[in-house]
């Protein structure tokens, strides 16, 4: 199948390299023109502007964007909007505000243009593992594109479905219809929000163990824990097994004091949105509330448990602090 890939970084390269490994024919763009070129030499279409990309593609035409949430989402959609036609489709693969993708959907859906929101997980260990996709829109335009879905999921993965679950379905395999305009980036929203909970718990707990030997407390209650062995145990067995956790382990292990962090611990957004989603429909979300806090907190003192978050979000989506 034939689509478009705009903006190539952390993601959307290693998206294209897995639709071109599978035979899809990929078109792409970015601002960055050797980005460009390199997926060129992987086989790729390149485009030096998304008019150019635009036309290069055959109609019934189909555009992923994978740009940062927000005006720059906004401004790449609708310039796309104005090259593209009645039964084209515009994908929106960024971490975007729901409400957002409804606005735009209703906007285009004048021009016959179909927009798909797509709330997407996998960092930069997608190209190899595979891409949880969480799909909202058009159910049409969801079908038509299922093909490419498939193939950017992580499909079986090895993972048996769970006991209980005699339904099949796309969710066994890594990817799923959730509904209308801005169900995908809801779930995804959800996602970053426990996301940020199973982060702080860890990083807490990790700090805890940390100052198990501080001289505040009684000497015959000092212990002096080995993390990076803690970390690789908890691997083996036990209920708190994860991929943070995995990510964790791989941070102490290289650097058991994470002194290459400061423990600054930015936040893109999606928590903020889930807390705000819980406050309009009246849930509690205390801890999902406190790991937000916590982030705000990390950017004005810095303890281990904020150099063990930042190790985590640099293991699984390569974020950099800033400098």
């Known amino acids: 199948m034939q ?132 799909v909202g829109g058009e159910a049409a335009a969801v079908q038509r594109l299922e093909p490419v879905f498939r193939t950017l999921s992580p499909g079986g993965s090895g993972i048996p479905p769970s006991p209980g679950r005699t339904t099949g379905g796309s969710a066994e395999q890594g990817w799923l219809y959730c509904g209308p305009s801005g169900a995908g980036h809801f779930v995804k929203m959800i996602h970053n929000g426990i996301e940020y ?36 145990l908890w691997r083996r067995g036990s209920v708190v097994t994860s991929w943070l956790l995995d990510l964790s382990a791989d941070a102490l292990a290289r650097n058991p004091d994470l002194s290459t962090y400061s423990g600054f611990v930015q936040d893109s957004g999606e928590g903020r949105w889930t807390v705000q989603a819980a406050i309009d429909e009246a849930v509690p979300a205390e801890v999902l509330t406190a790991a937000l806090y916590a982030r705000f907190r990390s950017r004005q003192e810095h303890t281990f448990a904020e150099k063990v978050l930042s190790a985590m979000r640099q293991g699984f989506g390569g974020h950099i602090e800033p400098t």
Not at 6 to 32: E, I, K, P, S, Y
Not at 197 to 225: H, S, V, W
């Open 197 to 232: 909970g199973l982060m702080q718990a860890y990083a807490e707990g990790f700090d805890i163990l940390k100052n198990a030997n501080a001289d505040c407390l009684p000497a015959d209650q000092r212990y002096d824990f080995n993390l990076a062995d803690i970390a690789e």
């Open 3 to 134: 689509i478009a890939m705009v903006g190539l970084g952390r993601m959307g390269a290693n998206m294209a390299r897995r639709l071109m490994r599978d035979g899809h024919d990929c078109v792409v763009f970015d601002q960055n023109p050797e980005t460009v070129a390199q997926l060129v030499l992987e086989g790729a279409t390149g485009a030096s502007s998304l008019r150019e990309l635009a036309e290069k593609l055959v109609q019934p035409r189909a555009a992923w964007i994978m740009v940062p949430a927000g005006d720059i989402t906004e401004a790449v959609a609708m310039e796309l909007a104005g090259y593209f036609a009645a039964g084209d489709v515009i994908i929106d693969g960024g971490n975007s505000n729901f409400k957002d993708d409804v606005k735009r959907a209703q906007a285009l859906v004048a021009q016959g243009i179909h927009f798909l929101d797509v709330g997407t997980s996998g960092g930069v260990w997608g190209l190899e593992r595979g891409f949880c996709l969480m």
